[in-house]
């Protein structure tokens, strides 16, 4: 069974940070890309970063210079390190797998809310 498992959201004021945490189970992991996506209220699911099997990042604009992801496949985790917060962050994160040919793991969330 395929499980992957966010953690680290919560509550943070704007400027400050997080580090979300996605760990994998059941599933190699090293040979797949993984990236994080969120969806606000009354928005649609948005991709906010991907990492490849061999470490090429990719960012949204909005997240360029503010978020980093990373992997350790060790670990079989995927983390995103969160600085300068602000409250249009503010989201469910959720956590991705891609093997290919369109097939695809989510994990189910973790919420970041960027409030004063």
């Known amino acids: 069974q395929v499980q992957l498992a966010e953690s680290g959201g919560g509550l943070v004021q704007p400027g400050g940070s997080l580090r979300l945490s996605c760990a994998a189970s059941?599933?190699?992991?090293?040979?797949?890309?993984m990236g994080w996506y969120r969806q606000a209220p009354g928005k649609q699911r948005e991709l906010v970063a991907t990492?490849?099997?061999?470490?090429?990042?990719n960012y949204a604009d909005s997240v360029k210079g503010r978020f980093t992801i990373s992997r350790d496949n060790a670990k079989k985790t995927v983390y995103l390190q969160m600085n300068s917060l602000k409250p249009d962050d503010t989201a469910v994160y959720y956590c991705?797998?891609?093997?290919?040919?369109?097939?695809?793991?989510w994990g189910q969330g973790t919420q970041v809310t960027v409030s004063s």
């Open positions: 991705k797998q891609s093997r290919g040919g369109g097939y695809d793991y």
């Open positions: 059941g599933t190699v992991f090293s040979i797949y890309a």
């Open positions: 990492i490849s099997n061999s470490r090429t990042t």
